[in-house]
């Protein structure tokens, strides 16, 4: 059994939302939106229908000002440094675009595949970073590579995709600023588990992972002296336009109503307050993997003790994670994510089956969970 104890925050969380229809283990990918987030985007798109797109626009200015400043205070910036994008990798694609000077980039050997294929597509030649075994940056292997020969940028994803990992954010930002070099922080998985306010020059990351809020939506974050070196892309910075990168990046036409619903829930999460929301993760991260290793043969793959709630689980022999996953929705209505190795390339040898349950998961799902993972090891699965 597990010892996970219920508390106030998973209660509140919990009760804040629809009810879960089945085990939902799968924040990593979409956490559940609460009846607030909800609420607002649906109550925007109906006030465009009531006054029109651009009063309605209008009329939420304050609301999406409220959500770059809370976006602002995650990260250790002004509210006047965030741009609304329609997710991650949107806005890695916009920073890259833009970046001055030589296209030289250090990251970690598990970097995000997509980031990578980003990093190509604009000409970004990338040197890896030493990491132990766990694919954990080593600050010092760090400082050591920078000082020897300096990228023009470090590119650091807080936590991966594909594994559980903590990344020591803010050593790794300090030894990006002992050498000079700007430092971009991916926090798709990191923003909601790690403190993210380390003085990154820019920070990225997307709505409905670990702040709960809508699909298709995310934020880049740049440091005002990032932004003044970054050079506009479109309009080109030739023509004469009193509009500055930053300006640049934030698309008029958009979903505005996921903007909204995206800073109710990041209200919300300031709310809960972000260090009790990361220590309730990390304890639940334990739980989890204190619970799920060995059994039905699946290994867990982070240190047991990893600040985060993110287990991924190698399966045994001759197991094909896709297929269990399947089979847990349909037969167990759990929801987990299979990992492939195009996640991190250079790092995940083969597929992995990832649980990343939010704060409101309580002992009986981690134990349904372990049970269905102890019977689809005996039951013969149909592919
Ligand atoms: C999900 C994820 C992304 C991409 O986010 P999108 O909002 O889908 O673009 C980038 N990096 C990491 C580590 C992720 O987990």
Same mark, same amino acid.
């Given at each position: 059994?597990?010892?996970?104890?219920?508390?106030?925050?998973?209660?509140?969380?919990?009760?804040?939302?629809?009810?879960?229809?089945?085990?939902?283990?799968?924040?990593?990918?979409?956490?559940?939106?609460?009846?607030?987030?909800?609420?607002?985007?649906?109550?925007? %798109?109906?006030?465009? &229908? @009531? #006054?029109?797109?651009?009063?309605?626009? /209008?009329?939420?200015?304050? +609301? *999406? =000002? $409220?959500?770059?400043?809370?976006?602002?205070?995650?990260?250790?910036?002004?509210?006047?440094?965030?741009?609304?994008?329609?997710?991650?990798?949107?806005?890695?694609?916009?920073?890259?675009?833009?970046?001055?000077?030589?296209?030289?980039?250090?990251?970690?050997?598990?970097?995000?595949?997509?980031?990578?294929?980003?990093?190509?597509?604009?000409?970004?030649?990338?040197?890896?970073?030493?990491?132990?075994?766990?694919?954990?940056?080593?600050?010092?292997?760090?400082?050591?590579?920078?000082?020897?020969?300096?990228?023009?940028?470090?590119?650091?994803?807080?936590?991966?995709?594909?594994?559980?990992? %903590?990344?020591?954010? &803010? @050593? #790794?930002?300090?030894?990006?600023?002992? /050498?000079?070099?700007?430092? +971009? *922080? =991916? $926090?798709?998985?990191?923003?909601?588990?790690?403190?993210?306010?380390?003085?990154?020059?820019?920070?990225?990351?997307?709505?409905?992972?670990?702040?709960?809020?809508?699909?298709?939506?995310?934020?880049?974050?740049?440091?005002?002296?990032?932004?003044?070196?970054?050079?506009?892309?479109?309009?080109?910075?030739?023509?004469?336009?009193?509009?500055?990168?930053?300006?640049?990046?934030?698309?008029?036409?958009?979903?505005?109503?996921?903007?909204?619903?995206?800073?109710?829930?990041?209200?919300?999460?300031?709310?809960?307050?972000?260090?009790?929301?990361?220590?309730?993760?990390?304890?639940?991260?334990? %739980?989890?993997?204190?619970?799920?290793?060995?059994?039905?043969?699946?290994?867990?793959?982070?240190?047991?003790?990893?600040?985060?709630?993110?287990?991924?689980?190698?399966?045994?022999?001759?197991?094909?994670?896709?297929?269990?996953?399947?089979?847990?929705?349909?037969?167990?209505?759990?929801?987990?994510?299979?990992?492939?190795?195009?996640?991190?390339?250079?790092?995940?040898?083969?597929?992995?089956?990832?649980?990343?349950?939010?704060?409101?998961?309580?002992?009986?799902?981690?134990?349904?969970?372990?049970?269905?993972?102890?019977?689809?090891?005996?039951?013969?699965?149909?592919?």
């Amino acid at each position: 059994m597990t010892t996970l104890a219920e508390d106030d925050l998973a209660r509140d969380w919990r009760s804040a939302r629809p009810v879960a229809a089945g085990v939902h283990v799968d924040s990593a990918a979409c956490s559940r939106q609460s009846f607030a987030t909800i609420d607002a985007a649906a109550q925007h %798109a109906r006030h465009e &229908a @009531e #006054v029109g797109g651009y009063v309605a626009a /209008a009329a939420a200015q304050s +609301v *999406l =000002d $409220a959500g770059r400043a809370g976006i602002g205070a995650l990260i250790g910036m002004g509210a006047d440094d965030v741009a609304f994008t329609t997710g991650s990798n949107h806005a890695l694609d916009l920073l890259l675009g833009s970046w001055p000077g030589p296209r030289t980039v250090a990251c970690a050997l598990g970097e995000y595949g997509p980031n990578l294929a980003l990093m190509a597509a604009h000409g970004f030649t990338v040197s890896p970073l030493a990491v132990d075994e766990h694919g954990r940056v080593r600050a010092d292997a760090v400082a050591a590579a920078l000082h020897a020969d300096s990228p023009a940028l470090v590119h650091l994803t807080g936590i991966g995709s594909h594994r559980g990992v %903590a990344q020591p954010l &803010a @050593e #790794v930002a300090d030894a990006c600023r002992t /050498a000079g070099v700007p430092l +971009v *922080l =991916d $926090a798709a998985q990191a923003l909601g588990q790690l403190d993210c306010a380390i003085g990154a020059d820019a920070v990225y990351s997307s709505s409905r992972k670990w702040m709960a809020g809508p699909r298709g939506v995310g934020f880049l974050a740049v440091r005002p002296g990032l932004a003044q070196r970054l050079r506009r892309r479109v309009p080109p910075p030739e023509w004469e336009l009193p509009i500055s990168a930053m300006q640049s990046f934030e698309q008029h036409e958009a979903n505005l109503a996921a903007r909204v619903g995206f800073s109710v829930a990041v209200g919300q999460h300031l709310a809960a307050g972000p260090a009790a929301v990361r220590a309730r993760l990390a304890s639940i991260g334990r %739980a989890t993997r204190t619970l799920l290793d060995g059994v039905g043969g699946w290994r867990v793959v982070e240190p047991r003790d990893e600040r985060t709630a993110i287990t991924t689980l190698a399966p045994p022999a001759g197991v094909q994670p896709a297929v269990v996953r399947d089979w847990l929705i349909t037969e167990r209505g759990i929801v987990t994510t299979v990992a492939e190795s195009a996640r991190a390339p250079f790092e995940l040898t083969g597929p992995v089956l990832r649980l990343s349950p939010h704060v409101d998961v309580t002992a009986a799902d981690l134990q349904a969970c372990a049970e269905a993972l102890e019977s689809a090891a005996t039951t013969p699965i149909r592919t």
